[in-house]
């Protein structure tokens, strides 16, 4: 019965979609016609999946307020303090309904601020606040969204379906991060703090950086890879690392191309056109037999052949992803599949390739063994809608790499960590978060395969894009 009722809103917000957001939007209130079609995509987004995690609709839009401030000057506020004003009410009137937090449960506005009376902020009444689905999901009003997103007066309290709530609370989600972010940048720093920047760190000449190139979202990318620059802190004092995130592959590349990072942990093709840059090989991860690409397809898809690909889509990370993007397309195309006619969707991380599939966006997905089984950990009940379809053969595992003017001795003090980090207390948990099982000694000739297998590709397939 839920499942009906949950199908039947959903068509319900399908039907005249296109004309239900023209209503919504009037994007002439935008100075900024960007900001305007922005938000019709996140709309398109949320009626496309009632009932569904933000993250998930959203993909790698949910990330968007780690990259919005990379500064700790603090002048944001002062910079644009109408934004923050009308980013703090907007948190005010909409989120602190639903999160519990302790604010004003009334506002005054220019007009009853003559009288002496208040508004309440947000009724908890009606079908949003009793929790059930309407079989029709009324519409909000024309202009909602603009006045929302304006430094207006509030408007006046409506009873709100599920569906509009969810949007409601959806979008004050992201003014409340940015309001977060904002708000800690005049805070007093007590330790280092990962920054999440498409730019690199400013130089500081005691602290070198440990960039990781974007195997997960900027989130999780700490979390997993946090505690390994911790350790390299420990075990080699008198030097300060910092974990230094990128927002996408290009912005990564970008830092090697310009030789922003001390200490760097590319893919295999990344690691062949870093040194190009000057960059040196110390050490790789170990065990090849798990860099290999995977191809996965919806349980229900039908797709039985590689050739039943051809005219469908694919989603893949990146353009330059060495095992979910290169590997895999290496594969269809020995396998029968024309690649002029496959629509490629680079998704920007390996997370959002397989949501692509999940989501019914695309036919197939590329990835990794990596990524795969974290996915298959934190989001079982999706990844139990696709399976692997196909495996490639392996190829050389991701290196480890140090700037030109990081000296001998720091480099081989960063080796000899890294070698000995199966053997620390500790360490295997961390190997294993990390999802491998160790670093060995390389150096660049252990890459000359990469070198062959990327110099073929291009010849057969399509330039890989980066010199």
Known sequence: MANSQGTRAGQAIKVGQSSWIDQELDERVFKDARLGRRLRGLLAQFAQAPG????????????????????????????????????????????????????????????NRKSGAARPLFERSGSCARGSIPKVLPKLSPGFYADMFAPAPLRPTRRLSVAACRIRLAIARLSCALVATLAGCGAEKTGYEPTFSAEPLAPEADVVTVAVHPLHGPQKLVTLYQPLVDYLNTRIPGTRFALEASSSYGAFEQKLRDRKVHVALPNPYQTVMAEKHGYR?????????????????????????????????ASFP?????????????????????????????????????????????????????????????????????????????????????RPDVNDVLAAKIREALLSLATESGGRSMLSRMEIRGFEAADAGVYDKVRLFVRNFERDIRPVGWN
């Open 52 to 111: 569904r995690r933000i993250p998930l609709v959203c993909q790698d839009w949910a990330n968007t307020p780690w990259t919005l401030v990379s500064t700790t000057s603090g002048r944001e506020p002062a910079r644009h303090p109408h934004k923050f004003r009308s980013s703090t009410r907007r948190y005010v009137t909409l989120v602190a309904p639903f999160s519990g937090h302790s604010v004003p449960s009334r506002v005054s506005s220019p007009a």
């Open 281 to 313: 090989v110390i050490a790789k991860v170990a065990d090849d037999r798990d860099f290999r690409g995977l191809i996965l397809v919806r349980k229900d898809g039908g797709v039985q052949r590689p050739t039943d690909l051809n005219g469908k889509s």
């Open 318 to 402: 990146a353009p330059t992803a060495l095992a979910a993007t290169l590997l895999p397309q290496r594969w269809l195309h020995d396998h029968g599949v024309d690649m002029g006619s496959l629509t490629k969707i680079y998704a920007g991380t390996q997370e959002s390739s397989i949501l692509n599939l999940v989501l019914g966006k695309t036919t197939a997905a590329g990835t990794w063994p990596q990524a795969w089984r974290s996915f298959q950990q934190e989001q079982p009940h999706l990844a139990s809608q696709v399976m692997v379809k196909w495996e490639t053969e392996p190829l050389v595992n991701n290196s480890i790499m140090v």
